[in-house]
């Protein structure tokens, strides 16, 4: 991402041809990964468990996957994530409360989820400072 620093961003939208890759095929550069777009890409809560270990990960787009609730667990530990885009993916309130204990998180996309208008006034009572995009009331 810059001359001076050996972060990376990965996403498959920079690939001319899509490449079968798995998310464990990232292990060996978990350290530099800083920005990492998986929208599209069939993303499950197994797959989060591995994101969890990408410990300068600061940038993450699961939209349209097949994650849920029970896999946002896997990235409370992620204390650098600012933002994390879940459009259309099966979150609830109780995968809000676990995005409470992301200490950087400034902006969470919650598009097509089935979060309530009562769990995002929640983790606006709770977590002023992050900006929720949901379609409802922003």
Known sequence: ???????????????????????????SIKEQLTWLNLADTKITDDDLKVIAQFPNLSRLRLENNEVTD????????????????????????????LLEKLPALTRVYLWKTDVTEDGISKLRANRPEVEIVSGQNN
């Open 1 to 27: 991402l810059g001359e001076k620093n050996n972060l990376l961003e990965i996403s498959k939208a920079h690939l001319e041809k899509p490449i079968p890759l798995s998310v464990s095929d990232l292990m």
């Open 70 to 97: 029970a896999g946002l667990q896997y990235l409370t530990v992620l204390s650098h994530l600012e933002s994390i885009n879940l459009y259309n993916n099966r979150i609830t309130d109780a995968g809000l409360i």
